[in-house]
């Protein structure tokens, strides 16, 4: 294992302490919702804001850790700088605790999603272009082609993630301004940067699988890079209309969501059609945990964020549901379902990596995976069903709005039935990785200068080997003159 990989393991153990977090907040902010009268430390605003936006940051910080992993490891060499891993990590993770922290205790600023005060969001723009930086340094540098859609799609990713993000730290005077630069963090962060990201790191991770071969996967990310790009930004359209935009940026956005399901349907056809059915039922059991997470993500992509993101964006009933509980299923599935699985299946897959996986973790691994989809599908389904009653109360039988949420109660207590669900999922995964964790304290938090010093020994090791080897040279050198001169004086006697 690179050197560089190993400061990815903190990255992966903090990524699922804020993922089981997320859950226990989440089933909180449930509670509140279905009794709203029942007594809570944390007004409802802060808790939501805190749910919106850890949501987005645990993946954002897991990816990271991720990324730095894959690329080495594609790039064929150690990242650029292994301080820049090391300040990245902690820049990034003084800012969330930061942000999260003064959101509970009522510091917001109002925009949806980035609610958090605005200096703090500066972390965030430091640690991303830390990320980028490393990662170019890194790619200029390796002997691989230039060419390798692996590290391409990864580059291109970590680049918009700074372009979609910078904007926002500026102020506006017109809302409109401001709510059409939200959705470039908000809507295209998702729908491009991180969907650029994880396809290169995906591609990466099952590059590894017998019989897969890196030409059909390279063409496939290729195309898919295309796709991506055409299509994450104009599907942005129909949130441009709600912002305040003209009424053809709905049709624009509904046209392009369309053909948002593609890019993955391309990966999963070229996995299923170069790896061989046999080679899933003879994979370790580290690897079996992290295929049936990255199954949940490419099931919830096409099905959840794909189809119904489409559905949702059709002009005729996108004006209907908009704003409804049906959003929020489209948000569960397309951030935790796509986004979330991935990371948490690849950093297992780093966790692991050189950390034994007991039968007992193994098992209790596959029971957090099956509850996190029992609960989230059980969530979106009251979800969909709560947002389709609002539509036809609202609009059809002319409900007032406190008359709609007496309707749609039973199935806000479903969806927390699913909440805690989903929490028992993500609280065992959590205590599987802490628990590993205890035991393995130095391998998972590394010192830098202990590695550093490694990386010199190993320096050392290999000056001190073609030393050897010049020395073991020499002598055979003057065992074959000496040899040869033996030679010439047996043909001079006869």
Known sequence: MLLSQKLCYKYVVLTFIFFGL??????????????????????????????????????????????????????????????????????????????????????????????????????IAVSISLLFYNLIRTYLAAKVPKSRATLVSILAGSFTLIVFFLPNLLRYAHPVAEE??????????????????????????????????????????????????LTGVLATGHHYYWAGGPFYWIWIGGAFSTIQVVPAFLLLYAIGKTVKLQYFFQLGQREKVVMVMIASSMFYHIFGAGLLGFLMAVPAVNKYIHGTYITSAHSHLAVFGVFGFLVLALGYYIFFSEIALDTQSYRLSLLGVFCLNAGLLVMSAALLVAGGLQSYLWYVAGLSVGETNQAIFPWLLLRLVGGLTYTTGSSLLTYIIIKKVWSNFALCFPSLAMLEQQRTITLQELHSGFQQVHTAGSKLEQVLRQTKLLLDKYRNLK
């Open 22 to 123: 997320q859950g226990i907040v989440s089933t909180g902010g449930a509670l509140d919702t279905a009794f709203p009268d029942l007594p809570n430390p944390v007004p409802f605003t802060a808790g939501r804001s805190f749910h919106l936006n850890i949501s987005i940051l645990w993946p954002l910080f897991g990816i990271t850790g991720i990324v730095y992993y894959f690329f080495s490891r594609e790039a064929g060499r150690e990242m650029y700088s292994l301080k820049l891993i090391e300040a990245n990590f902690w820049v990034f993770l003084v800012t969330i605790v930061t942000i999260l922290g003064s959101l509970v205790l009522g510091f917001n600023e109002g925009i949806e999603y980035l609610e958090a005060w605005r200096p703090l969001k500066l972390g």
């Open 180 to 229: 059409f630069l939200k959705f470039w963090v908000v809507h295209l962060w998702e729908e491009l940067s991180l969907e650029l990201i994880g396809t290169g790191v995906l591609a990466a991770a099952v590059l590894n699988l017998p019989g897969m071969q890196r030409s059909v996967i390279e063409n496939v990310i290729y195309l898919d890079i295309t796709v991506m790009v």
